[in-house]
């Protein structure tokens, strides 16, 4: 939706695995979206803009390849006669997002690294075949680097060994299947642009809080999926539901463990900034998608804070760590490059807190504490 705002011919391809998950796993979100044809129409009627939705597995390499079929998709809305029906930019979110998903047993495990790893896969050999000029986006995660005892640098890192210099990508040690398949992606892709001259930016995210975009000012059904539960929540998104209908905030372990966050708002802009500054080909970029960092504790603080001024009875708990990860650590990255590149973060602050408890606190109904918690151990 942002970018058609902007101008851009979109064209989403989902195969609804997240949603589909969720109601396997009994882990409904906070509230229902509607499918992305029923929004798409919705967009139309409201900016006439056209979003082209394709309904497909990625994960098959035939329905990857069928979208760069100059024929496959209808492309006669465009005035612009040299058109060919193929892309300038692919941005590649298609992929099993959760660490406690990956590690439910070994037939969760499998899913992730099939879809994922096969997903970006047959990304890179269509971009290879069909369109090797097109710049494709890739969403990481800060995962990837681990929490290592050294400052992250912002995907490279210069070594010195034995009197000679090299750069290679930052050291990689992910503390779930699901992030180490991103590693597993990064290789692939920096593979492709090595070998084929592929142009990639990759974007390592952290987690993610928020549901207010400005799409969402135009029409409150183009809300993104917002999900609370222990399985597809993540931690700032959950602490505020837990304290909107009195459950513990699930401090898992000591609470020391820091990462890099960042407002929903801000994820659209960094897409974007990456989108319009593309690499040349043959280079992979590296951007650290996050604004500030904070450890679990401290993000109880806050919640913990805002919620009781709200009137909510906010306590926090901390429960044995079903993870198993780094509980105090040293955590310094680099997370320059967007904010260089014109992005403007958007911070925690006790205001966007009041603002997000706003939001949840109109779906209080909704929320079943039951799929809080339910200790998938790593
Ligand atoms: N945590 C708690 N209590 C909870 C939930 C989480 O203490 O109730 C802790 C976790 O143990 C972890 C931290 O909070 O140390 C963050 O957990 P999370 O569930 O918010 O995030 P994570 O599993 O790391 O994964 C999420 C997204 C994933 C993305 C990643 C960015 O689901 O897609 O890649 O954030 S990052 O963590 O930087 O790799």
Known sequence: ?????????????????????????????LYPVLSLEERARIWHEKTGKEIKVVIGDLSDPEVMRSLFQPDAIDYKWCVDESYTGLPDVIIHYAEQPSAPYSLMD?????????????????????????????????????????????????????????????????????????????????DLMW??????????????????????????????????????????????????TQAVVGHPLTVYGAGGQTRGYLDIRDTLQCVLAAVENPPEPGELTI???IMETFSVNEIAEIVHRVGCQRGHPVSIQQL???RCEAESHYYNPTYQGLVELGVKPHYLTDESVHSLFELVEGYRDNIREEIIFRGIKW
């Open 1 to 29: 939706m942002r970018f058609s705002r902007l101008g851009y011919e979109v064209t989403a391809v989902d195969n609804y695995f997240r949603r589909d998950a969720c109601r396997e796993l009994d882990a409904e979100m």
């Open 320 to 322: 044995e760590n079903p």
């Open 287 to 289: 951007y650290n998608q």
């Open 106 to 186: 070994y037939k969760h495990a499998d899913i992730t690294l099939s879809n994922n790893l096969r997903v970006t896969n047959n990304l890179l050999f269509a971009v290879r075949d069909f369109c090797r000029g097109v710049h494709i986006v890739k969403l990481g995660t800060m995962g990837e680097y681990g929490t290592p005892n050294i400052d992250i640098e912002e995907g490279w890192i210069e070594i010195e060994h034995k009197g000679r210099r090299d750069t290679f990508l930052y050291p990689r040690q992910a503390s779930s299947i699901y992030h180490t398949s991103k590693i597993m992606d990064t």
């Open 191 to 240: 593979f492709g642009v090595r070998m084929w001259g592929l142009r990639v930016t990759d974007l390592m995210q952290g987690p993610v809080y928020g549901l207010e975009t400005e799409e969402i000012r135009i029409d409150p059904r183009f809300k993104t999926i917002f999900n609370y539960d222990e399985i597809f929540g993540t931690l700032i998104n959950r602490f505020i």
